[in-house]
């Protein structure tokens, strides 16, 4: 049976909200360090989450976010699952770029390979698998 067009008139509502609501995270006027490094010092998980948001942004279309490193790494202790998932992902990145802060996250990937749950094992194992630091 053919789906009705009431239906695809759905679909098609959702998926533009969908796009649209993502898109504002690769706006250039929103990407400014200032304003991340607030996010990211905010006592909020969700402030936290929309800077960690926009710098994987950043990063997928090539700006260089590695200025935000210190900022990015004193969140590592976050008890967000989806923030330890986008800070692990951000961690591969520059890691080998700033290897003194990048030896810093040991402690906590190390804590975290002791969780409970085994999504965070799991991030925490392939997060340090992937840092490209000899001293790991």
Not at 30 to 45: G, I, M, N, V
Not at 50 to 59: C, N, P, Q
Not at 91 to 108: D, M
Request: glycine share 2%; aromatic share 8%.
């Amino acid at each position: 049976a053919a789906p009705s067009a009431p239906m695809i008139e759905k679909a098609r509502d959702f998926i533009s909200a969908f796009n649209t609501s993502e898109a504002r995270f690769f706006q250039e006027e929103r990407f400014s360090e200032a304003e991340l490094r607030k996010s990211l010092a905010d006592s909020q998980t969700d402030r936290k989450l929309e800077a960690m948001k926009r710098i994987l942004a950043g990063v997928s279309v090539g700006r260089d976010c590695s200025a935000l490193f210190a900022d990015v790494v004193k969140n590592i202790a976050a008890p967000s699952l989806e923030l330890k998932k986008m800070i692990y992902i951000y961690l591969v990145q520059y890691g080998e770029h700033n290897r003194e802060l990048a030896l810093l996250s040991i402690n906590s990937f190390q804590k975290d390979l002791t969780d409970r749950s085994q999504l965070v094992r799991a991030s925490a194992l392939r997060a340090m698998a992937s840092i490209k630091v000899l001293e790991v």
